[in-house]
């Protein structure tokens, strides 16, 4: 199977990375940023193009949301199957006479972090069964966790990442802030943080909850709230506690 | 040195669980639950009064907030140290003619999870050098990471820990209300939110973040507004993607 991914972000990069490290054959790489390319077909060896895009059977398209569509429309092969790799979008938002599918990998990618690719959640969809199983096969080569999940699905999916990953990065980000403005070194958190995940895996996250709001210390919350200096922490910090209070119906 | 442990909760249970790894002698725990002093008693093997305070060299305080006063009058010897293990209350909280001091963990404690204690940050404090020298120590047979910590340090500390952890639990448990809404297992984000912890170990939580908001994707950010049909989710993910947009200037 002839395998040609669109790209050179940090999907398609880690998309890369894995197909090299199961030796699975990459046909080509194509994408705008050449320096990004160069440096995949040096790690990966896998030959790039900035202007033609070869004649494959699959297509994957690892690009932000908003350039799918666009790009989507260089692939002019028939007989191709395209898939993208957004959870937030149908797979009809492909513009072409080709199969359309779906190949969303359940993980934040960052270049410069490396992966653990086999617990990864993959999630595909396609309109018939050959296809299906053609990126079920795929994904499970390079994931032990491989799901069917149409679009209907995979936005929730999306949606809840949202909350588990982005917003959980932004609250470390803003509490970094607050421990750099009393010179508290973030690294003294890191304990706390990790033990915080570890305990829902055990735990479920509802009966983990700790912390002054479901204990409903009136004086916590006011002691917290009278040390916030900045106006974005104190919105997070009210919006947060009302929530847990209201999930606790304190 | 006789050290007693006041409090039967999460903090107790796991500093007497400590203790007794590192074969630290416990004279006493004293609290007002009978069977949660049982269980330690069967546990760890420490004798506990939920009558009679014996007298000590060194108490620690390890209830709620709001109990630490009242439970600090019982203490009547003028020759102990005593120690609570609040982040948000001033040593002088405490009331007795004894020496005051704090000993605190930065860790979320649960008695069903176990815990590495060589990993959690103890910051204590105490007026005099001696005393100090003497949580130190102490601190020290538990864990490798002791600090000396005022009260203006310490509530920021605590401060930074609800957001990093309190605020993190609640995203998933709300994370979890999503995905349970439609059927979709919260284990497939696991490997997620494992990544978006191990991530801040190796890059700036600012640097690390993705997501619709910091790529300042209206179509996604309305798309999920739209997803969202409760109250509680709306206000986070509102609160939240603005600040990530005040952070990032978009």
């Known amino acids: 199977m002839r395998i040609v991914i669109l790209g050179s972000g940090n999907v398609a990069f880690h998309l890369a990375k894995a197909f090299c490290e199961k030796k699975i054959p990459v046909l080509q790489i194509f994408g705008r940023n050449e320096t990004a390319l160069k440096e995949m077909l040096e790690k990966f060896n896998i030959p790039y193009s900035i202007k033609e895009l070869s004649e494959a059977d699959l297509y994957i398209i690892a690009v932000n949301d908003d350039a799918i569509a666009g790009i989507s429309k ?4 028939e007989n191709a199957l395209v898939a993208h790799t957004s959870g937030s979008l149908p797979k009809e938002i492909l513009e072409g006479n080709y199969r359309k599918a779906s190949f ?7 270049k410069s972090k490396d992966l653990t690719y086999a617990d990864i959640p993959f999630f ?7 296809d299906l199983d053609l990126l079920k096969d795929l994904a499970s080569k390079i994931s032990e966790n491989v799901m069917i999940s149409d679009y209907e699905k995979r ?4 949606l809840t990442a949202v909350f588990a990953c982005n917003f959980v990065n932004h609250l470390f980000a803003r509490a970094k802030e607050i421990s750099d403005s009393q010179n508290i070194p973030f690294g003294y ?3 706390l943080i990790d033990e915080t995940v570890q305990k829902i895996n055990e735990i479920e996250p509802r009966s983990a909850q700790t912390g002054p709001a479901v204990r409903n210390d009136q004086r916590v919350l006011k002691l917290h ?5 900045n106006e974005e922490h ?9 929530s847990i209070k209201k999930m606790y119906e304190l």
């Open 155 to 158: 936005k929730y999916i999306h």
């Open 124 to 130: 595909v969809e396609a309109d018939d069964e050959k």
């Open 234 to 242: 104190l919105k997070i910090y009210k919006t947060m506690n009302e």
């Open 189 to 191: 958190f890191l304990p």
């Open 74 to 77: 260089t692939i002019i092969s």
């Open 225 to 229: 709230e009278a040390l916030i200096t």
């Open 104 to 110: 969303y990998p359940l993980q934040t990618f960052s």
